[in-house]
Each structure stands twice: as C-alpha cells, then as structure tokens.
C-alpha cells in the first residue's frame, strides 16, 4: 500500500487528475507491493529475467483533484506459470470515494522478451489473496 498527494503537476487545466496519471500511481504501488517482498527488478535483471504489464483493465470512478492524499493498494489475485495479476484500488479516505478500480496483469520475461516462468523460489514469496 501507498500513499500520494496530488500536486499541482498531477492535475489537468480544471484541477482534476489527468487520467494517464493513475496508471503511474498504480505502477508505483505495484512496485513497492513486490519490493517489500524481496521481489524487485534488480533481482529479477540479476537472474536475466524482467516483468512488464500484459494487460490493463482499469475503471475510473470517481476524480481526484489537487490537494487530495490519495491510498494506493495492490493485492495478488492470481498466479500463472509466467503472469502474476494484481487487483488494485486508489481511494480517498477523507471523502471516502473509490477513485480507480484496476486488474493488472505482469508477465515474466526472458533476455529475449519471451515469457518465462516465475521461478519458484520468488513465486513462493507470493500469496494469492
């Protein structure tokens, strides 16, 4: 889980988060959620192997705006040879609004861009809630 408060830079002309952002902020929560596991991109570069985002499937519920303190979760909710997916919420405790519902799906990568299945010395670190 994370945390982000909206700047400025985060907003389009009327103030309102520019929706492109939150992919941004759901990556970063992702990242942390990984790195907090002992899971992160420089153990996967050392082993030869990389993850990047199969698939995206975000729904926008409410908008965020200047000023707001933003909470970012990401969740395991499947594992697949090679593909770990993710649910994932951005809301806003004070207004208690869900902002970004998403499933994000990552797979894992050889040098050669090739799936690859998540070795299971690290799937093992994963839990699937």
Same mark, same amino acid.
């Given at each position: ?7 400025? #830079? ?19 929560? &992702? ?10 991109? &420089? ?10 985002? &199969? #698939? ?34 951005i809301?806003? #405790?004070a ?6 519902e ?13 799936? #690859? ?9 994963l839990?699937?809630?």
């Open positions: 889980m994370s945390t982000r408060k909206i700047f400025y #830079h985060d907003t389009d002309a009327g103030g309102i988060v520019y929706y492109a952002n939150y992919l941004k902020y759901l990556e970063e929560a &992702r990242t942390e959620f990984l790195e907090n596991l002992g899971l992160g991109v &420089r153990l996967f570069s050392d082993r030869g192997l990389t993850y990047a985002v &199969r #698939h995206c499937y975000v729904d926008y519920k409410s908008p965020a705006r200047y000023g707001d303190n933003l909470t970012i979760d990401a969740r395991v909710i499947k594992l697949t040879g090679a593909q770990i997916v993710f649910a994932q919420r809301w806003d #405790h207004s208690n609004r869900t902002i970004v998403a499933e994000v799906g990552l797979v894992c990568l050889n040098k050669d861009f090739k799936p #690859h299945p998540l070795p299971e010395d690290l799937r093992t670190k839990v699937v809630i």
